[in-house]
């Protein structure tokens, strides 16, 4: 994931700024959280309570306390990890549709969208349970270099305890 300020800093781009509202820059921290959009988002997911807590901190703290669910939110069946991923995913999937489509950002299609998800991925989950015939294959991975912080949009996730994690390098 790759948002104005960094394509910027190494030349590939001519603006810094936000795509969408082109007045401030644009890194990844404010396309998944701290823009207007993201906020409005985010603000019908998260209790009321949380929300300062939840958006004042740098993006890997910002990350990893919700992969961790630090601030215990659950969703009945939808894990607060799991969500968190769905939320960051239909974000950065809204921006690149307004960029490179011209696609407005629609509150009213992304939070039907967001459960639609998060309920397919519980009903798969407790689907391929008892299958222990999966598919595996290995993939090398590599670290990103020292400043950047990598983050799998499939992350890792153990059923049976109810976690997420993800890895920095």
């Known amino acids: 994931m790759i948002a ?3 394509r910027f800093r190494r030349g590939m ?3 810094f700024s936000c795509s969408i509202c082109g007045t401030t820059e644009e890194s990844i ?8 959009k ?11 309570g949380v929300w300062p807590l939840n958006f004042s901190t740098s993006l890997f703290e910002w990350v990893t306390a919700n992969l961790r669910n ?3 939110l659950a969703f009945g069946e939808v894990d607060w990890p799991s969500l968190f991923g769905i939320i960051c995913w239909k974000l950065w999937k809204q921006r690149n ?4 489509q011209g696609e ?4 009213h299609h992304i939070l039907p969208c967001l459960w639609c998800w998060a309920r397919s991925k519980v009903h798969r989950s407790v689907a391929s349970v008892g299958n222990s015939a999966r598919n595996t294959q290995n993939r090398e991975q590599r670290p990103p270099l020292s400043e950047y912080i990598k ?8 059923l049976g305890l109810g976690l997420a994690s993800a890895t920095t390098w």
Request: charge should be negative; proline fraction near 2%.
């Open 104 to 107: 407005p950002f629609n509150m």
């Open 70 to 72: 630090d601030f215990e």
């Open 97 to 100: 549709s307004w960029v490179f």
């Open 38 to 48: 993201a906020c409005e988002v985010c603000k019908q997911i998260i209790l009321v």
């Open 4 to 6: 104005n300020a960094e």
């Open 13 to 15: 781009g001519s603006s």
């Open 29 to 36: 921290l404010r396309v998944l959280r701290d823009y207007c």
């Open 151 to 158: 983050v799998n949009t499939d992350g890792v996730r153990n």
